[in-house]
């Protein structure tokens, strides 16, 4: 099946700095790939839509410029977690869609960012 | 919002035997999918179910739909230590701009 890389899967970092989380689909293309966020023992919360060579789609709440994203290839999303501060850390997860919308996903193993 | 809800939040079985657990949702949907997540890691996609379907199997796994309920369940048969998981269901649907959106999970212990 398809595979979806992502890493780092887990950063510890300084209040004030900036973390970079990249996500790749191995053995597709993926126009779009969508960036999660998940605090413990709950769901996923979807922050933002990660099309291929335009602006990403931010969910209502999410901040544009606080969580960058790029999605500079077809194989290549980032999410950049800007001047992180304590209420950042989260477990973060990207997934790619290989088929249309609606289609299954497959997912990244995660990135547990703790910002001390 | 989330647009599906999971019941029950948490179940604790003996190897061996099923899990059932369900999941409710708001408005009409194109598709409705089952994931499972290990403690820490990403998902991964167990069966698609599409509006127009009524169950499905996959290997020890169960789904079934009834749109007129808005509801889906999955059922684990002959439980494994290995299925401990937390399963989520995901829904597909015009409302969402046909982006998938999670239920709460079920969180599922077997005990060996």
């Known amino acids: 099946g398809a595979v979806v890389s992502q890493h780092p899967s887990r950063v510890i970092c300084k209040s004030g700095t900036s973390v970079k989380i990249e996500c790749r689909s191995l053995?597709?293309?993926?126009?779009?790939m969508f960036w999660y966020r998940q605090f413990p023992k709950q769901s996923l919360m979807l922050m933002a839509t990660s099309n291929e060579g335009s602006k990403a789609t931010y969910e209502q709440g999410v901040e544009k410029d606080k969580f960058l994203i790029n999605h500079a290839s077809l194989t290549l999303s980032t999410l950049t977690v800007t001047s992180a501060h304590p209420e950042d850390s989260s477990f973060y997860i990207c997934?790619?869609?290989?088929?249309?919308?609606?289609?299954?996903?497959?997912f990244g193993s995660g990135t547990q960012l703790s910002v001390l | 919002s989330q647009q599906g809800e999971e019941d029950p939040q948490a179940l604790s079985i003996q190897e061996g035997e099923n899990a059932t657990m369900n999941c409710s949702y708001k408005t009409s949907i194109n598709n409705l999918q089952w994931y499972r997540q290990n403690s820490g890691r990403g998902l991964v996609h167990l069966i698609l179910?599409?509006?127009?379907?009524r169950e499905k199997h996959s290997g020890r796994l169960r789904v079934t739909l009834d749109t007129s309920k808005k509801s889906s369940s999955l059922l684990i048969t002959a439980s494994r230590a290995a299925d401990t998981a937390s399963y989520f269901c995901a829904t597909d649907g015009v409302a969402a701009g046909n982006k998938l959106t999670f239920g709460g999970g079920t969180r599922v212990l077997v005990k060996p």
């Open positions: 179910i599409r509006s127009n379907e």
């Open positions: 053995d597709f293309q993926a126009t779009t």
């Open positions: 997934s790619a869609a290989a088929g249309g919308a609606g289609e299954k996903l497959f």
